[in-house]
């Protein structure tokens, strides 16, 4: 698959176009998600309106990038047919993480406040680190056709996967584990947790496309003995 990404940067049309619509929306989704996150590191005041003006920009490109795919299509329907179903594939994913990223700017407008230093919020940083490395990874591996890049962001979705889980599942069954959070806080330990992992598999999917054939763009390689999605 990456072999059909990797030519369309040497044609000028419509699908290329299309490619570095991909590529700028997915460098939008990142700047939205660390500014949606931000709070986790060091709370301060989010600007709602600025998040939801930069998902608006990542809702607009996904339209772009549908019309000049299709565009593409109506001219040169035996053409590069694949790589039109990778675009508009990831897209969907793509919008999903801004949706996710704005759900984070709820969750932090609903609390209002940071988390107490705990061992909980030292593993959702450490998620929140793992997941920036994430995007910059995807970006590459998308960008360039880079195969590597694509099966380390694979590799990452696992752990943040089963990172996420625990702390959702110890929450639920080891009251001690909440390290004296109020509910509240739980509540948002448990969200943001929720949330970290669906934007990992979003990435994983993205990064996927590059990874695998059209038909297993999601799943893991055929070559994994071990993957949770």
């Known amino acids: 698959m990456f072999k059909k990404l990797f030519e369309l940067w040497h044609k000028e049309d419509l699908l290329h176009q299309a490619l570095k619509d991909a ?21 301060h005041p989010i600007n ?13 490109y996904e339209v772009q990038i549908r019309r000049k ?4 299509l109506s001219i040169s329907p035996q053409q590069d047919t694949t790589a ?39 593993r959702l940083k450490n998620i929140h680190s793992n997941i920036t490395k994430m995007f910059d990874d995807t970006i590459s ?25 625990e702390i959702i599942a110890a929450l639920i069954r080891t009251p001690a584990a909440a ?23 979003h990435l994983k999917n993205i990064a996927s496309s590059v990874v695998n054939p059209f038909d297993r763009i999601g799943y893991k390689p055929e070559s994994y003995k071990e993957y949770s999605g």
């Not at 795919?69 to 593409?72: A, D």
């Not at 390290?179 to 970290?196: D, G, I, K, S, T």
Request: hydrophobic letters at 40%; glycine letters at 4%.
């Open 23 to 43: 590529v700028k929306m997915l460098e939008l989704a990142k700047a939205l998600y660390e500014k949606a996150v931000s709070p986790l590191e060091h709370f």
């Open 69 to 72: 795919v299709l565009e593409h």
């Open 179 to 201: 390290e004296n959070y109020a509910p509240n806080q739980e509540v948002m330990v448990a969200l943001a947790a929720r949330y970290f992992k669906r934007i990992s598999a």
């Open 84 to 122: 039109a179903l990778v675009l508009t594939t990831i897209t969907v994913d793509i919008e999903r993480i801004g949706d996710y990223a704005k759900n984070f700017t709820e969750l932090w407008e609903l609390y209002g406040s940071s988390l107490d230093e705990t061992s909980i919020l030292a």
């Open 141 to 165: 591996s998308f960008g360039q056709a880079d195969v590597e890049a694509g099966r380390r962001v694979m590799e990452s979705h696992i752990i943040n996967s089963k990172d996420c889980e």
């Open 48 to 60: 709602p309106q600025q998040i939801y003006d930069m998902d608006q920009q990542i809702n607009t």
